[in-house]
């Protein structure tokens, strides 16, 4: 059983950076990261294939978010910069051993337990 567990998470101002990380335990499987905003906005915001080969961003976040993984430290990273207030939410850590149900975003092996993230003047 994959076990997941985010750090990172905290308020910022618009414009800042911020670096989420979680660590994994339990096996290697394709991640990503899975926002819950505020009301019904949630969605897979970043993912990873298992080996790093491949990455997968949002639209709202791409060129902004950097996703990546360090397979030999069991850690996933996801670097977040010029955050705004969009991207306020509770970020999840996700895994799942199908690519394509993690990017669809309804349902994962793994969850972790979500970090907050505010951005707010």
């Known amino acids: 059983q994959v076990r997941l567990a985010e750090f990172g998470g905290g308020t910022v101002q618009p414009g800042d950076s911020l670096r989420l990380s979680c660590t994994w335990s339990g096996g290697t499987l394709h991640m990503g990261w899975f926002r819950q905003a505020s009301g019904n906005e949630r969605g897979i915001v970043a993912a990873i294939t298992y080996n790093a080969d491949k990455t997968y961003y949002a639209d709202s976040v791409r060129g902004r978010f950097t996703i990546s993984r360090d397979n030999a430290k069991n850690t996933l990273y996801l670097q977040m910069n010029m955050l705004n207030a969009a991207d306020t939410g509770v970020y999840y850590c996700?895994?799942?051993?199908?690519?394509?149900?993690?990017?669809?975003?309804?349902?994962?092996?793994?969850w972790g337990q979500g970090t907050q993230v505010t951005v707010s003047s």
């Open positions: 996700v895994a799942d051993d199908n690519i394509v149900t993690l990017l669809e975003g309804a349902s994962y092996d793994a």
